[in-house]
């Protein structure tokens, strides 16, 4: 008799997870079928899981393939349950293709091709939907946010779209998802898109998902005019459609709770801000050979300016900003200085200068200083004029991080609108007002 074990969350059941185990099933006699606890997909990093556990049991039950259905519910549970079961065969979705290969010291492992384009229709009765969502880039962040997705759980990326063929096939082959070189074509059936294509093309992507009546997760920064960014946000609300800009800090754990804190009045009325983000870059990436987008301040600025923005808001008296620029011009580090009325602050970007990547909030009572990466915050400090007293503060951040915008995007999407205050829209605007101020002073915004 073959045995086989399988694992997973089976959270809002679909045919990806139906055609799973019916596939398991056939590579043997026996099926044990491992559902995860809640605890455990918390530990991993998994986001939104909606039904509770006795639900996701019911639904492997109802499926009929599992021969018996056991409880997953810590790191390293694979290997002691492939003993203690006997078995001879771990079979799991190709998205996880190589990450089991440890276990064939203890049986074979088979990774089974995961199901393309699932929809709701197994979910009719729990009135669920599973977003369907479409990617615009194929470049590292677009990478980046497939597997992320796969982390939250309600949505499904389907289907890419590159006007260069190559690129398109490529990124599909990787990912296991549709392609299109023609929008229209890639829009069908789509429910959202997250564009990731290069700065100077979101304007017109967002445009045409919008009015094909798409939700949008745009890549930060979204655009970089003050009036293009007012368009867009009025006619995602007219629409009725959710926009977001994605800048992922905003939507990070951890970075809630430093904003929390700042806000709480520990550190007394908050006077001054400095934030700094570098990233030494290759001198022939986009970001750096793009004349028109490219350079520190449109590339990193977003993550710069958002704890100002979100503490000072976008009522400063005065801006200025000061580059050093490389031969063709592009700003390879850039400070950009705010007077606000009861306060001073400072972003900072650079791509050809490295510093010290920090995070400080100082007020009448202390600062917070959280050190690179703060961008995805996992730890802060809060000091005070008593140096012995200091108050150490830590989130967790799983992989990339995109997975928590994801989750919120779905969310407002699904009605739940809690994670506005995120992002707002006029926290949105402010920034692209700001990079349109730094692009004139640049004499670049006949480009953009
Ligand atoms: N699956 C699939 N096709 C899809 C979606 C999922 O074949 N379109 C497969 C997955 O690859 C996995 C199983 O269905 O083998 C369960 O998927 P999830 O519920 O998403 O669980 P997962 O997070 O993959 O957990 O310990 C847990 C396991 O490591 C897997």
């Keep these: 008799m073959t045995r086989v074990i399988t694992y997973g969350t089976f959270d809002l059941f679909h045919e990806g997870h139906y055609r799973l185990l019916k596939r398991a099933k056939e590579l043997g006699d026996y099926l044990i079928v491992g559902v995860t606890t809640e605890k455990y997909d918390m530990e991993r990093g998994k986001l939104n899981v909606v039904d509770s556990l006795m639900t996701r049991i019911e639904n ?3 499926s009929g393939f599992a021969d018996e259905v056991i409880i997953e519910e810590a790191v390293g549970q694979k290997i ?38 699932i929809s709701s229709t197994m979910l009719r009765e729990q009135n669920r939907h599973i977003q369907k969502v479409g990617i615009i880039g194929t470049g590292r962040i677009a990478n980046r946010f497939v597997p992320e997705s796969k982390q939250v759980s309600g949505i499904d990326v389907q289907r890419v779209y590159n006007p260069n063929r190559d690129s398109a096939e490529h990124f ?36 045409f998902a919008l009015e094909h009546g798409k939700h949008v997760l ?53 006077h001054y801000i400095d934030a700094c983000f570098t990233k030494l870059e290759d001198k022939n990436k986009r970001e750096l050979t793009d004349m028109a987008c490219g350079g520190s301040l449109t590339e990193l600025g977003s993550y710069c300016l958002l704890p100002i923005i979100k503490l000072f808001g976008n009522k400063y008296e005065g801006v200025r900003f000061e580059s050093i620029h490389d031969n063709k011009g592009l700003d390879v580090f850039t400070k950009v200085s705010f007077r606000y009325p009861k306060g001073i602050a400072t972003a900072t970007c650079g791509l050809g200068v490295k510093s010290e990547g ?14 690179a990466p703060w961008w995805k915050t996992t730890y802060f400090e809060v000091h005070y004029e008593n140096a012995s ?30 994670s506005v205050f995120k992002l707002t829209r006029s926290e949105s605007i402010a920034m692209a007002e700001i990079m349109e101020k730094f692009l004139e002073q640049e004499k670049r915004m006949d480009n953009t």
């Excluded at 867009?232 to 459609?241: C, G, I, M, P, T």
Aim: proline share 2%; glycine share 8%; charged share 30%.
């Design 60 to 62: 492997v039950k109802k």
């Design 80 to 117: 002691s349950d492939v003993q203690k079961y006997h078995i001879d065969i771990f079979a799991i979705g190709s998205d996880w293709m190589g990450a089991f290969d440890y276990i064939s010291d203890y049986c074979k492992v088979v990774y089974l091709e995961r199901t393309k384009n």
């Design 172 to 207: 599909a082959k990787i990912w296991e998802i549709d392609f299109s070189t023609d929008l229209e074509l890639f829009l069908k059936g789509i429910d959202s898109v997250y564009v990731a294509s290069p700065h100077q093309t979101h304007y017109d992507y967002v445009k």
């Design 218 to 270: 745009c890549e930060k920064p979204m655009v970089l005019k003050k009036n293009q960014s007012e368009e867009l946000f009025d006619y995602a609300r007219q629409k009725n459609l959710v926009l977001f800009e994605g800048i992922k800090t905003a939507y990070c754990p951890g970075f809630e709770k430093l904003l929390g804190i700042a806000c709480s009045g520990i550190i007394g009325n908050i």
């Design 358 to 371: 920090r995070l400080l909030i100082a007020g009448t009572k202390g600062y917070i200083v959280a050190s």
């Design 389 to 418: 007293q200091v108050d150490k503060y830590s989130e967790r951040f799983f992989g990339d991080g995109l997975r928590y915008e994801i989750r919120d995007f779905l969310n407002m999407i699904n009605g739940d609108d809690k």
